[in-house]
């Protein structure tokens, strides 16, 4: 069985920092690509960055030149670096991942989600 833990979310004044990290683990045979969405109260949950096993990046335009995203495949783990952070950011950050596991099933897996928070 297959599990995304998320961690570092939390309370941070606006212009602040905070790094999510999403730490995957169980029976993956191959990990495609990672990335962190989010979800605001009666919105559906978007795209922020995502990263694929080849490196290459993609990020929302709401968060280009403040977010970056990076892996330590060592660690099956995925971070997001959150810079310059803005009260519009607040969400729930969920963690994914377009995984292949042991069965050599390719499908979505989703952490249970961290919550962020920016205040003014």
């Known amino acids: 069985q297959v599990q995304l833990v998320e961690s570092g979310g939390g309370l941070v004044q606006a212009g602040g920092s905070l790094r999510l990290s999403c730490t995957a683990s169980?029976?993956?045979?191959?990990?495609?690509?990672m990335g962190w969405y989010r979800q605001t109260p009666g919105k559906q949950r978007e795209s922020v960055a995502t990263?694929?096993?080849?490196?290459?990046?993609n990020y929302a335009d709401s968060v280009k030149g403040r977010f970056t995203i990076s892996r330590d495949n060592a660690k099956v783990t995925v971070y997001l670096q959150m810079d310059s952070l803005k009260p519009e950011d607040t969400a729930v950050y969920y963690c994914?991942?377009?995984?292949?596991?042991?069965?050599?099933?390719?499908?979505?897996?989703w952490g249970q989600g961290t919550q962020v928070t920016v205040s003014s």
């Open positions: 994914n991942g377009d995984l292949t596991n042991r069965y050599y099933s390719r499908r979505n897996y």
């Open positions: 990263i694929t096993s080849g490196g290459n990046t």
């Open positions: 169980g029976s993956i045979k191959k990990i495609n690509a």
